[in-house]
């Protein structure tokens, strides 16, 4: 009987997980196609994007197949053990080093390749010299994550358990999570370590600056459309004022100038665009679209609720961090591993009431999930592709560059890869070990690393990064206090948003967009 329920209990773990990877397959599909440009597309530059964006996600969706797994192995109301799933948490943990794998080639190879394949397309210029180019650009990077991994099986580990405290509990953990690594692990772990602090980089910006101002946007709302109407017609205004300008140049019946010349089609073409769009706007003032505008104070109140939805989960990682500030048994040696959290964690606490309802705490964990990620595109889509202060694309809806949509495939890898790191902070018990129980002399108790190893059984997922922190001790201290820092820039993000102009729902049209759209 017992063998039977393992098996139902394995059975839908991997349902859940089908489902999930089904769902982000979806989405992923239509986000890319939303973006990417009506005109201006490729088909590698795109498949390319989908299978990136897919994979970092992917990561991610696997999580709460993860704590399913290790939650199914404890009976919740006597704490006693129920089955051990060894397969399955093999099976696991084989899938999230494909993952971590599949998402360095494309990071890394894949990506960078297809980058400047692209950008060498010429009808003058052969296949194979795109490829050549293409490889010649990328070789640097692959040797870059070779030496990262060569690195990582060179540096020796810190010392066991022994060495970092006398809880014979906790040293048993961290001495289990040392055994259970080997040299090749090393080097792996070594270089998904160094991936997430890239990817904290984006987190800083896009992520945090997403978070606070995916809601205050959807509170302050969009211009009113009289207010862009006054906007188009101004810059039609302009457009025939420069048009008379080059018309009065040449009136006595000289030839026209080549750049002249060029000059007048380029503002006739941007007329006609803002003259359309004018018309559309106009439109938009009478019929369904008056309905849309009597909608739009429940923005505000959506707004209201996201932004309380967001402080909830800042506050969730503020107080793990200072509760492992306070209470860690080792601090910096360890990475800030907690055996006895003093703080109640608010997201923690909601995930672990959540469970008797299954399965409403994993649909909570991955709409967080999805949360972060819609905050992220949110981010870029704001604050455009950058190099330090130089704009390069911009993310728009039919109209992103496949440039563009490669780079935004490559930072929600990144970012979807500190997510992992961060999905410690805003629940760490639930995501170590999700709703299991102890019994302790007949009393049940929340699994924790200080209680015995045999009696709990972590995820992979918190393993992996326990073992990173562990093996080499830098890792814990960068991630902890690289979470500081993203909680400092949330709280200039909300500064800026607040304080920042609601934009146009329309530019003008660049010299580039105008010919594609005659296109």
């Known amino acids: 009987q017992r063998r039977t329920r393992g098996t139902m209990f394995v059975g839908t773990g991997w349902i859940i997980g089908g489902g999930v990877v089904a769902a ?9 196609w939303y973006y990417r440009d009506r005109h201006e597309w490729y088909w590698a530059t795109t498949g390319v994007s989908v299978v990136a964006i897919f994979l970092a996600l992917c990561c991610i969706a696997v999580v709460p197949v993860d704590i399913y797994m290790v939650s199914a192995t404890v009976n919740r109301k006597t704490g006693e053990k129920v089955a051990s799933y060894e397969m399955a948490n093999n099976a696991i943990e084989i899938l999230y080093y494909i993952i971590y794998s599949c998402i360095c080639f494309f990071a890394f190879m894949v990506i960078p390749f297809t980058y400047f394949f692209y950008e060498e ?6 296949i194979k010299w795109r490829i050549f180019r293409g490889c010649k650009y990328t070789v640097f990077l692959v040797i870059l994550i070779i030496g990262l991994f060569v690195t990582g099986l060179l540096l020796k580990p810190s010392g066991k358990g022994d060495d970092i405290d006398d809880n014979s509990n906790v040293d048993d953990w961290i001495n289990y999570l040392k055994d259970e690594n080997n040299i090749v692990e090393n080097g792996i772990t070594f270089v998904v370590g160094c991936l997430i602090i890239i990817g ?3 987190y800083f910006t896009y992520t945090a600056y997403g978070l606070s101002q995916f809601p205050i946007s959807l509170m302050k709302g969009k211009r009113r459309t009289l207010e862009d109407m006054h906007d188009i017609a101004h810059d039609i205004e302009l457009n025939r004022s420069e048009v008379t300008a080059i018309q009065e140049k040449y009136a006595g019946g000289r030839r026209v100038e080549r ?31 008056r309905v849309l505008a009597v909608l739009k104070p429940f923005g505000f109140l959506v707004g209201i609720l996201f932004a309380m939805f967001t402080l909830f989960l800042v506050a969730s990682i503020v107080i793990t961090q200072v509760d492992s500030i306070l209470n860690s048994y080792c601090g910096i040696r360890c990475g800030f591993i907690l055996d006895k959290p003093g703080l109640v964690n608010p997201l923690d606490y909601l995930l672990v009431l959540l469970t008797p309802y299954f399965p409403l705490d994993y649909i909570l964990l991955s709409l967080i999930v999805f949360y972060f990620f819609v905050c992220t595109v949110a981010g870029i889509q704001s604050i455009s592709l950058r190099f330090l202060w130089i704009k390069l694309y911009s993310l728009k809806a039919h109209r992103t560059a496949p440039q563009a949509l490669l780079l935004t495939a490559l930072l929600l890898m990144f970012a979807v890869l500190s997510l992992t ?3 410690m902070s805003l629940a760490p018990r639930y995501v170590t070990f999700g709703s299991q129980t102890y019994n302790n002399n007949g009393t049940l108790v929340r699994c924790s690393v200080g ?22 001790t830098f890792f814990g201290s960068i991630f902890y206090w690289a979470t500081w820092v993203f909680v400092g820039c949330f709280a200039i993000g909300i500064v800026v948003a607040i304080i920042r102009r609601v934009p146009s729902g329309f530019t003008k049209p660049t010299e580039e967009e105008v010919y594609d759209d005659e296109e």
């Open 24 to 32: 982000v397959l979806a989405v992923v599909c239509a986000l890319v």
């Open 121 to 126: 397309a010429d009808d003058r210029v052969s």
């Open 200 to 202: 904290y980089v984006v």
């Open 259 to 289: 750049e002249d010349h060029d000059k007048l089609d380029l503002l006739k073409r941007q007329e006609k665009i803002l003259a359309r769009e004018q018309g559309r706007l106009e439109g938009s003032l009478h019929g369904c679209y």
């Open 421 to 423: 790191m961060q999905l």
């Open 451 to 472: 209680m015995p190893v045999g009696n709990c059984t972590m995820t992979q997922l918190a393993q992996m990064i326990n073992i990173i922190s562990l093996n080499q």
